[in-house]
């Protein structure tokens, strides 16, 4: 079965990958890709979504982008607010359907970012352990009559660095500081990991890529000597009550966008569902577990229904200036660099179940969807289920180079660290630091034109 996966997916990759351009390539999500360049470029239904079809994604839609209300509310199925949380909305956190950011300013909260907690230990799911008064995510909000768990700043340091023709660059390493902890300190062993929220973009295409696929992907022993050792994260399923592939989340720690989607609703809203049905109240945290809620439930099984469905049906766009020689050879510099060994161009879609739209799709996502070790400056040395403290989920590219026109940033890597995609490049450790080697000695020219196709993508 392997052996198939792999001859699909060589099949796949075609003859022309890594060279000019290869006719279809700017159609990014295949039969689902939409032909907008605007700021609302990451909120488009899948081009081949039609008829009747269209309605369920735009009432997914309304519940995405509706605020939710602290509970009893005569609001009727949208309360349930809190008690803690970090947003009253999904939509809050992934703007416009987009990229979230750390704050720019030292006094703005933390809303498009969020900070994952764990102590040393493994959970009964296989999963981290959250910290024994403040959980697995740490909430800066709460309705009234409960404390909110505290406070917390982030500040950075700027790192200097020389590009191979002298030409001086600076990175900047955040630092994060915890203040107003309600609820004493944090647990012995405490891992930190922020992480800002991705776009929301061609996520149906990614679940729809066969176990099989990325399976032939991984390559954990670096049996052909590349440097690259992508393996899979394999996850708690709460539908299933077993293991799967996760392939969603920074460290690919959810294996279906209905659990990513209940799994938010509970860690960044407050709001409970039939997976996820208890309220994220530590024991130390009485006024939490003492508030009223809103239904049990909070959030019933067709809404979170219809908000996977809007999850699995929003477009790629169409990519830009993709015959452009400058992007052309940046495509090329791309490739030989080395990048490509993990940021996958093509693969192709197997079928996902009553969703016809995104099946047997040829997609370029630019991801393998597998874990790799980026170094020690990366890490956020919080292992999640199969994931170390040093790896990291391969990010999907594409969509990147419209960030700035709908998000209006260019924060990039899992914290938003990187100013730009220069940055981004330069941070890179582990599995990615000959790849960012070559770039950092490439002639100016040469990084210009790389950056020129990562912003075509």
């Not at 050879?329 to 490509?340: N, Q, S």
């Not at 995104?358 to 980026?374: A, C, E, K, Y």
């Not at 002639?443 to 790389?450: G, I, L």
Request: hydrophobic fraction near 40%; include cysteine.
């Amino acid at each position: 079965m392997k052996d198939l996966a792999l001859i699909a997916l060589l099949a796949a990759c075609g003859d022309n990958a890594s060279g000019g351009y290869e006719p279809g390539e700017e159609l990014a999500g295949g039969d689902t890709t939409v032909f907008d360049e605007g700021a609302n470029a990451f909120s488009l239904a899948a081009r081949n979504l039609i008829g009747d079809r269209r309605d369920k994604f735009f009432v997914g839609n309304s519940f995405f982008k509706r605020a939710w209300v602290t509970a009893p509310s005569s609001t009727s199925g949208v309360d349930g607010l809190g008690p803690t949380f970090n947003a009253t909305s999904c939509a809050a956190c992934h703007f416009k359907d987009g990229r979230g950011a750390p704050p720019q300013e030292a006094d703005e909260q933390f809303l498009g970012l969020l900070i994952r907690l764990s102590v040393p230990g493994v959970a009964a799911d296989g999963g981290p352990v959250g910290d024994p008064s403040y959980g697995g995510q740490f909430n800066h909000k709460s309705i009234l009559g409960v404390a909110a768990e505290g406070n917390s700043t982030v500040t950075y340091v700027e790192v200097p660095g020389v590009f191979g023709d002298g030409t001086a660059y600076s990175l900047r390493k955040p630092t994060y500081e915890f203040t107003e902890l309600a609820f004493g300190p944090f647990g012995d062993g405490i891992m930190v990991s922020p992480r800002v929220g991705p776009a929301m973009i061609g996520l149906g295409l990614l679940e729809a890529v066969d176990e099989s696929t990325l399976v032939a992907l991984a390559d954990e022993d670096d049996a052909d000597g590349d440097g690259i050792s992508g393996r899979v994260n394999r996850v708690f399923d709460v539908r299933t009550q077993g293991a799967k592939i996760g392939r969603f989340g920074w460290k690919a720690n959810q294996p279906s966008l209905e659990q990513q989607a209940a799994g938010a609703f509970l860690g960044d809203i407050g709001v409970t569902s039939t997976l996820f049905p208890d309220q994220n109240c530590s024991a130390a945290q009485v006024e939490c577990t003492a508030s009223p809620g809103g239904g049990v439930p909070e959030i019933a099984d067709d809404k979170i229904d219809e908000v996977t469905y809007y999850s699995q049906l929003l477009a790629v766009p169409v990519r830009r200036n993709f015959q452009d020689p400058a992007v052309l050879r940046g495509k090329v510099l791309f490739h030989e660099a080395g990048c490509a060994s993990c940021h996958t161009p093509k693969l192709v879609t197997g079928d996902l179940a009553q969703i016809p739209e995104v099946s047997r799709q040829t997609i370029f996502p630019f991801s393998d969807l597998l874990l790799h070790d980026m170094g020690p400056e990366l890490a956020d040395g919080r292992p999640d289920f199969l994931a170390t403290g040093n790896e990291w989920r391969t990010p999907p590219l594409w969509g990147i180079g419209l960030v700035e026109v709908v998000n209006r940033h260019t924060n990039f890597i899992h914290d938003g660290r990187a100013r730009d995609f220069s940055e981004a490049i330069l941070w890179h450790g582990g599995e990615g630091e000959a790849a960012r080697e070559a770039y950092r000695m490439m002639p100016e020219r040469d990084r210009d034109a790389m950056i020129r196709f990562l912003e075509s993508l």
